[in-house]
C-alpha cells in the first residue's frame, strides 16, 4: 500500500524554525516529484509551496516561501523535507505532501491537480 506520512509540524513562535518530513512506504521516492502544499483554513483550496524533481532535484518555491524554505530530499531514506525559516503567523497551516511518478528530467509543478498519492498533512502553527 502507498503511504506518504508528513510529521515534524507543532507551534512555534514568529521568527523560529521547524524541519518537516516526508516519508514513503510501499514504494519508492526516487521515480517521483514530491510536493509540499498548505491548507489554511481548513476546506481552502491547497496551496504549493515548494515542490523537487526525482533524480536531479530540481527545486521550485512559492513566491511567498523563497529564501525563508528549503526542500530535499534523500532517496536512499525515502524521504523528502521541508526546512521552514524565520517563519511567520501567516505560514500557519495544515501541510501536506504529495508524490507523483514523473519522466525523467520533467519539471515539477505547485499544482496539487497533478499531484497522486498524499499524506495525512502535519499542523504547523506560528504564534506569540
Known amino acids: 500500500q502507498l503511504q506518504l506520512v508528513e510529521s515534524g509540524g507543532g507551534l512555534v513562535q514568529p521568527g523560529g524554525s521547524l524541519r518537516l518530513s516526508c516519508a514513503a512506504s510501499?514504494?519508492?521516492?526516487?521515480?517521483?516529484?514530491i510536493g509540499w502544499f498548505r491548507q489554511a483554513p481548513p476546506g481552502k483550496e491547497r496551496a504549493g509551496v515548494s515542490c523537487i524533481t526525482r533524480d536531479v532535484g530540481i527545486t521550485t518555491y512559492a513566491e511567498s516561501v523563497k529564501g525563508r524554505f528549503t526542500i530535499s530530499r534523500d532517496n536512499a531514506k525515502n524521504t523528502v523535507y521541508l526546512q521552514m525559516n524565520s517563519l511567520k503567523p501567516e505560514d500557519t497551516a495544515i501541510y501536506y505532501c504529495?508524490?507523483?511518478?514523473?519522466?525523467?528530467?520533467?519539471?515539477?509543478?505547485?499544482?496539487?491537480?497533478?499531484?497522486?498519492?498524499w499524506g495525512q498533512g502535519t499542523q504547523v502553527t506560528v504564534s506569540s
Open positions: 504529495a508524490a507523483v511518478r514523473s519522466q525523467l528530467f520533467s519539471l515539477c509543478v505547485l499544482d496539487p491537480l497533478e499531484y497522486k498519492y
Open positions: 510501499g514504494f519508492t521516492l526516487d521515480g517521483y516529484a
